[in-house]
Structures are given as C-alpha cells and as structure tokens.
C-alpha cells in the first residue's frame, strides 16, 4: 500500500513524463494492481483515522503547536471522542504534527548565601487549597534590543501565575513588584509560604521585609540546586519553549506583550497542567464544538 501511495502521489503532477507503468515497475508491483488499489472505497478504518485527524489538528491549532499526543489524548476524551493515545501518536506523527520542543537549561542565579532562611518547602509543591504556598523566580528574554526580565509568583494549588514583573533590570524592586502583583489580585493567607531560590534579590533587606509585610514565610532552597525551585523552574521551561524561543523580538515592547498573551491568555486561563490531571480547558472545547456546528 504505501508504494501505491507513493506512485498516486505522483501520478497527477508529472504522469506524462514518466508513465505510470513506469513507475509501477521500478516499484516492482503490477498496474493492474495500482489501478484496483485506486478505485477501491475508504475502509471504515481509513474514514475513522481520517476524522480523527481533523479533530486532532483543531485541539493542536488551539494550543499554539504547543500539546504532544498526551495532552491532545486527554482533550479528545474530555470531548467525548473514544480512542487510545497510541493512535493519537501514530496520527499526529503521520500528519507531522510535532509539538515545539524543549531547549537545554541555563543557571541565571546569583547567589545571596542566606543560609538563615530554612527550605519549607522540600521539593513538595503540592497545596490543599489556594494561598498558602508559592514559588517565585527570574527568567530573561532577549530581544535586539537587549534583555527584559520576568519575575513570577506562582500558586502551588493551581498552578497559575497569579504575580509577575517584566523590566529592563533585575534588581529587587523587579520581585518585590511581582509579589506586591500577587498580593493585589490573589487570596494570601496569613502564614503563607514563599518559597525561592538564594538569588541575591530575594535575600535582599527590602524583600524579606515585604514577604514580613504580607504575613508571609520565606522559604528558600539550596544554592545551585534547580530542583529545589523546579515548579518556577518547569513553568519558564514552559514559557521559552511555547512562545519565546518560537519569536524573534526585535523590541523589548514586543516581548513583554508576548510574554502577557502567554501567561494570561494562554497559560493560566487555558493550558493543561500535568500534575492537575489535565483539568479540561472550557474555552479549547468551545472552539472544538464551534467548528464542529460550522461543519
């Protein structure tokens, strides 16, 4: 079947040129073969994988290329649409629909050695209920016009960026605007839990004395050691490998628009979270069902 695939692919562009027959016997299989093949109705099967494709393609388009067979698997079942991961797999690979791709891990932290603030959290990033533990971090983004600077505060029950700060610098008035952010549009309980790295803007005076101001306790991990902060960690992971490093940006304005759909139009409203079960996105299925009531 996939010579005669081949040979049909061919036969309607350039047949007059290189003949049919031609083709069939440098594939060594028969005309009369071709032809029968060709005239033969869609298996049930084909027709299946053939629907099922176009379902696929609409839940990719909706996440910005950015899901692989497992998150697309999870938003067909919440769909209603029956069928196994493996075949989700074996479609988009057929299709060539690859997911954008992660880049390797770079250190950006500049240690403050405060080896007085304890590690609360143990690489324990779970949470029973919102506002009660969070993680923050940096990331840079280059644009042509030089660097711009993120900082996020992130809920650890529902994974959300409920604080950020874009700037042209990384000083702490950077994370201190990121947590003032969070505490202005999001529940903190008394006692919360801040937890970051041992850069040298989060074990500055000013911003554990804001973290203080908020009722909140620091928590700090290990120098040098990423997996200590990994929930920070994953979501950058996450923000350069579906949006930044897919864009060229030529001004830092641009960037910091891009960055703001991302987090607010795309990550926290609708993206699916591995360690939340794959909650189903209400707006993904909104424009599933819309195209499908087009049809």
């Known amino acids: 079947m996939a010579k005669y695939e081949f040979i049909d692919s ?28 060709r005239s033969r109705p869609q298996s049930a099967t084909s027709k299946r994988r053939d629907a099922l494709a176009g379902q696929i393609r609409i839940f990719f388009d909706a996440a910005h290329g950015t899901y692989g067979y497992r998150r697309i698997h999870a938003d067909l079942r919440a769909a209603g ?34 080896d007085a603030v304890p590690d609360l959290v143990k690489r324990d990033f779970t949470a029973d209920r919102p506002g009660v533990k969070f993680v923050g971090d940096i990331t840079y983004i280059h644009t042509w016009q030089g660097f711009v600077y993120l900082a996020t505060v992130i809920d650890c029950f529902s994974r959300k960026v409920v604080g950020w700060s874009i700037a042209d610098h990384m000083r702490t008035e950077l994370v201190a605007a990121a947590l003032t952010n969070a505490a202005a549009t999001s529940l903190i309980e008394p006692g919360a839990i801040f937890h970051s790295d041992r850069g040298s803007v989060y074990t500055s005076q000013l911003y554990r004395a804001l973290v203080a101001t908020l009722g909140m306790r620091s928590s700090m991990g290990r120098t040098g050691q990423c997996w200590d902060n990994s929930m920070a960690e994953s979501f950058f992971a996450a923000l350069k490998n579906e949006c930044v490093y897919r864009t060229v940006y030529a001004t830092k304005s641009q960037a910091r628009q891009d960055v703001i759909r991302y987090i607010e139009g795309f ?29």
């Open 10 to 37: 061919y036969v309607a562009d350039d047949s007059a040129v290189v003949p049919v027959i031609d083709r069939c016997r440098w594939l060594e299989v028969s005309t009369s073969g071709f032809y029968h093949w």
């Open 81 to 114: 649409v029956e069928c196994s991961p493996e075949l989700v797999r074996s479609i988009m690979r057929e299709h060539d629909l690859v997911p954008c791709q992660p880049r390797p891990f770079r250190t950006t932290t500049q240690s403050g050695d405060d």
């Open 267 to 295: 990550y926290n409203p609708r993206r699916r979270h591995s360690a939340l079960d794959y909650q189903a996105p209400n707006d993904v299925h909104y424009t599933y069902r819309q195209h499908v009531n087009a049809a």
